[in-house]
């Protein structure tokens, strides 16, 4: 699944970017808040003692506010601590502060990168205090889905010029009077203000105010079968139990998202990225060995997810049992 990267990908992958995370300068920000088994706290002045420590048995992983991240680093928390013998601390942080944590050693690793090509150049290749992981073995996918039960009553729907004959389908009461393209957090920038200005489609975006919210209003639309059009991503939990359809937006073709405000192109396909701060990736020893091996596939990380999200294991739990049923993938990843 993952693919060779290059330049020309990197660039590709810009606008993923911000389909992910609101505009850099402001999140920079923001606080950095840390979840550690003491309670919260504000990563811009406390992060974990361990982090960064030279021959520490503890590892300090950046973990995303999504369920798929989470499942990541569920797995890698679970092997460090019962195979290797490492403490694990976690902290939630946004992704463009997460890489200042990373290159200044508050963290040591990120293990789902959705492409941040302006934070690569400048920690990775100018500055090197970031280090590449690798593939995690997952491709990213940001697009517009509707429910199939609804495609398959309306199959032109899966063409987005078709979109403004369906708009009052898809109006609720907070899209004024147009139809509704449901986004989650205001915290992620997307392009969907400008994909709807640009392509001339007669729709507000609404913005459910998470991705939990999103997923309950999606969920309520779907037990009451009604039509819905809503900006969803790849992987994710939800699929396996409201399937939807992708809107088939105008081919995504190099730098057609070069301009957000003229951006009228689907968003790509992106391998995701493991990075490791630069001293723990030199002298992690068998923790950071570890990282570099992990590699799961999209299934294996939805199969922890739903664990987490729908069966409401702690992630640790769900984790255990992904471990018991999984060795013959896992071992692999284990230094030799």
């Known amino acids: 699944m993952a693919r060779t990267r290059t330049r020309t990908r990197t660039r590709t992958r810009t606008r993923i970017t911000a389909a992910r995370t609101r505009c850099a300068a402001l999140a920079a920000a923001v606080a950095l808040t840390a979840l550690t088994g003491c309670g919260a706290a504000d990563m811009t002045r406390q992060a974990s003692p361990y982090a960064d420590a030279k021959g520490s048995r503890t590892v300090t992983l950046s973990v995303q506010s999504w369920?798929?991240?989470?499942?990541?680093?569920?797995?890698?928390?679970?092997?460090?601590?019962?195979?290797?013998?490492?403490?694990?601390?976690?902290?939630?942080?946004?992704?463009?502060?997460?890489?200042?944590?990373?290159?200044?050693?508050?963290?040591?690793?990120?293990?789902?990168?959705?492409?941040?090509?302006?934070?690569?150049?400048?920690?990775?290749?100018?500055?090197?205090?970031i280090k590449r992981g690798g593939d995690l073995g997952v491709t990213g996918h940001i697009g517009w889905f509707v429910p199939t039960y609804f495609a398959e009553q309306h199959p032109d729907?899966?063409?987005?010029?078709?979109?403004?004959?369906?708009?009052?389908?898809?109006?609720?009461?907070?899209?004024?009077?147009?139809?509704?393209?449901?986004?989650?957090?205001p915290s992620y920038v997307t392009n969907d203000k400008a994909l709807v200005k640009n392509l001339g489609l007669d729709y507000q975006v609404v913005f459910a105010g998470s991705e939990a919210a999103q997923i309950?209003?999606?969920?309520?639309?779907?037990?009451?079968?009604?039509?819905?059009?809503?900006?969803?991503?790849?992987?994710?939990?939800?699929?396996?139990?409201?399937?939807?359809?992708?809107?088939?937006?105008?081919?995504?073709?190099?730098?057609?998202?070069?301009?957000?405000?003229?951006?009228?192109?689907?968003?790509?396909?992106?391998?995701?990225?493991?990075?490791?701060?630069?001293?723990?990736?030199?002298?992690?020893?068998?923790?950071?060995?570890?990282?570099k091996k992990f590699r799961w596939t999209t299934e294996m990380q939805n199969d922890v997810a739903l664990m987490i999200a729908e069966e409401k294991l702690a992630p640790q739990e769900a984790a255990a049992r992904w471990v018991k049923e999984n060795e013959a993938t896992w071992r692999a990843w284990l230094p030799s």
């Open 157 to 185: 729907v899966t063409d987005w010029k078709n979109l403004n004959k369906y708009a009052n389908d898809f109006r609720t009461a907070e899209s004024g009077g147009k139809g509704q393209l449901l986004d989650g957090s």
């Open 216 to 291: 309950t209003q999606i969920r309520q639309f779907a037990k009451e079968k009604k039509p819905f059009l809503s900006y969803w991503y790849n992987p994710q939990w939800l699929f396996e139990r409201v399937p939807m359809t992708e809107v088939k937006l105008p081919a995504h073709e190099e730098g057609c998202d070069a301009d957000p405000e003229k951006v009228a192109c689907a968003y790509p396909h992106t391998p995701l990225q493991k990075f490791l701060n630069a001293r723990f990736a030199d002298g992690g020893g068998d923790a950071a060995a570890f990282l």
């Open 67 to 129: 369920v798929g991240a989470q499942a990541n680093v569920a797995v890698a928390q679970y092997l460090l601590e019962h195979e290797l013998g490492y403490r694990v601390d976690t902290v939630q942080i946004d992704e463009v502060p997460a890489w200042d944590a990373l290159s200044q050693g508050r963290v040591d690793a990120i293990l789902e990168d959705w492409g941040h090509p302006e934070q690569e150049k400048r920690y990775v290749d100018d500055k090197a205090t």
